[in-house]
Structure formats: structure tokens, C-alpha cells
């Protein structure tokens, strides 16, 4: 059985270089339901298993590894499936998901997974999750081999500083690998409601390369990053738009508050269905961008002093 602990969130959103004004209290009410997300939670499972195709690319066994946007625990047995040995703890900013993991189906697959890859034995590696903020987490310095994110980061407003706080609680040779998404994602309906006002209806979603450069800013090692696109139909515009919210919609201090009048409403329905393909549906695009980069050797102290490293060869004699 699993543990859960809660942390007192970070709910600072100074300004800083690669923000976007997003509401962690906004963030922490999006998604206190599960129920709220699940229609969602198709591209969820289908992300994680593209990311676990690269994963299993790596050669790495970690003693332990942390799920960061672990929700209701989703991925833990296929992360289990790999790494039957591994201690999982995950992390999440909504208290109501992480009480979903207790749920006896997510405890089952786990076990289902481990007695297989581990037969004979009776004792289950155990997992435990944490409420927290991915920018100060509860969690000791170099904690974990491995640091597994699957589409939340784009939900904080400071990536820069997630990542180095993943840095932190991450061992020397560790891997991160994280997905989330791109400018891209929702552009069919940002252009709709552009016909009526032009306050952000999405989040202004981090580019690709910004990422990049925030990983070697904060010690990572030639972190490698990749980008796609994948299309989903929709055969009205109800149905995309509770998607749409099952993703957990907009959470910017800068929204708009309260809702489109009935007149602004119907041009962005008209402006979503002029978009309409030749069979019918109405197309939204996800970009998806996937990183990965490990965590190398320090080369200076916490007070900025350089460190050097002697390697004696083993069969030195004494002079």
C-alpha cells in the first residue's frame, strides 16, 4: 500500500524569463477531479507508451525513480514493467489524484506486472506519493536514478526552475525524461477565438528549443529533444471542446473571466466548424515534445569553486 503525504505548495508566480502567468491555484482546481480529466486521458497513455519506447533504449536500472505529474499513478506499472526492481514515488499537485491511486485497480495492474517479471517473490517494491510543487519538492538531494514526466511540465509556470529542482533531487549519471506540450497545440482553436477578443484562451506553451537551453542552464548534459505532431478529429465541436477541458484548460491569471456571450459563442463555433475537413471533422493539433537528458559529474561547488578530479590508476605503486 502506497503513502501519501502533502507539502505546503510554492505558489509564488514571480516574473522571470520563460514564464507564463499561470494560476498554481488555478492549476491545483483543474484538476481535482479525476472524473474532470479523463476523457483526456487517451493521449496520456499513448504519450507514455511512445515515451517508453525511448526509454527502454537506455541502459540504466535505478534503485529508485520518481513519477513528476504522476496524477492518478497511470503510469507506475508500466514504469514497474521495466523497472521491476525500482522503489516508484510520485508527485502531484492535485491531492484528489494521488488518493486515486489508491484505487484497487491501479494497486492490481502494479502487482500484476511485478509477479510476472519477478516470480516467486511476495514482497512488492513500494511506491509512495507526495502532494508538492514540481519547483520545490519534499524530497532530499539526490534522491532518484531516474525522473519520469509524462505531459505535466507545460502546467508550471517556471520550467526553469523545475528543472533545476529535478536537478537536485537527481543522482549523479541520472536520467530525465519528460514530455509536455508545444506552441502548436490547440492553434486550431486560438485562431478561433481570435474572431471575438484576443485574450489568451491557451497557454502560450514553451518551444522546444527554450527547453533545451533551460536544461544545460541548470547542469544537464546534451539534452536531446524531439518534436511531433499528432492530429485529432472530432465530429462536433461539444465533443472537442470537453476534451479541450478534460486537458485541463486554461488556468492563466490573464484569462478571460466569465463566460462568451451567446453572440461571441456562436462565431467561434462557426469559425471552428469553417475548419472542417473533407470528411466531416473538426481537427485539433498537439505538438508533443520529448526530452531526455542526463545528469553529469559536478564541475564546481556551491560556491562556484572548480572542482578537480584526480584519477590515480589503480596499480600505482607508492614513491
Request: charged letters at 20%; aromatic letters at 10%.
Amino acid at each position: 500500500m502506497s503513502n501519501i503525504q502533502s507539502t505546503q505548495d510554492n505558489e509564488s508566480n514571480q516574473s522571470h524569463q520563460f514564464s507564463a502567468p499561470i494560476d498554481l491555484r488555478r492549476v491545483k482546481q483543474l484538476f481535482a477531479s479525476p472524473e474532470r480529466v479523463a476523457a483526456s486521458n487517451f493521449l496520456r497513455r499513448e504519450i507514455a507508451s511512445r515515451m517508453f519506447e525511448r526509454l527502454t533504449l537506455v541502459n540504466i536500472a535505478p534503485q529508485r525513480l520518481l513519477d513528476a505529474g504522476c496524477g492518478e499513478g497511470a503510469d507506475f506499472s508500466l514504469l514497474q514493467q521495466h523497472f521491476p526492481a525500482a522503489q516508484m514515488v510520485g508527485v502531484d499537485v492535485s491531492l484528489s489524484m494521488l488518493l486515486a491511486t489508491q484505487r484497487p485497480s491501479i494497486l492490481s495492474s502494479i502487482r500484476r506486472f511485478v509477479t510476472s517479471y519477478l516470480p516467486g517473490k511476495v514482497q512488492y517494491p513500494p511506491f509512495n506519493v507526495l502532494s508538492g510543487d514540481f519547483a520545490a519538492l519534499p524530497l532530499d538531494v539526490n534522491t532518484f536514478d531516474v525522473i519520469w514526466s509524462n505531459l505535466a511540465l507545460h502546467w508550471h509556470p517556471q520550467p526553469d526552475k523545475v528543472f533545476a529542482e529535478w536537478r537536485r533531487v537527481l543522482r549523479t549519471n541520472g536520467l530525465l525524461m519528460f514530455s509536455c506540450f508545444g506552441p502548436d497545440t490547440f492553434q486550431e482553436l486560438r485562431d478561433a477565438f481570435k474572431v471575438v477578443d484576443q485574450t489568451p484562451h491557451a497557454l502560450p506553451f514553451v518551444d522546444m528549443h527554450d527547453f533545451g537551453d533551460m536544461l544545460v542552464n541548470v547542469g544537464f548534459s546534451t539534452p536531446v529533444m524531439d518534436m511531433e505532431k499528432i492530429t485529432v478529429t472530432y465530429p462536433t465541436v461539444e465533443k472537442m471542446m470537453a476534451d479541450v477541458r478534460a486537458f485541463g484548460g486554461n488556468p492563466l491569471h490573464t484569462r478571460r473571466r466569465g463566460l462568451l456571450g451567446k453572440e461571441s459563442w456562436n462565431k467561434v463555433v462557426n469559425a471552428l466548424n469553417r475548419q472542417r475537413g473533407l470528411d466531416g471533422t473538426i481537427s485539433l493539433t498537439f505538438e508533443i515534445i520529448y526530452g531526455h537528458a542526463f545528469l553529469p559529474a559536478p564541475t564546481r561547488t556551491v560556491d562556484g569553486e572548480a572542482i578537480i578530479r584526480l584519477d590515480w590508476p589503480k596499480n600505482r605503486s607508492n614513491v
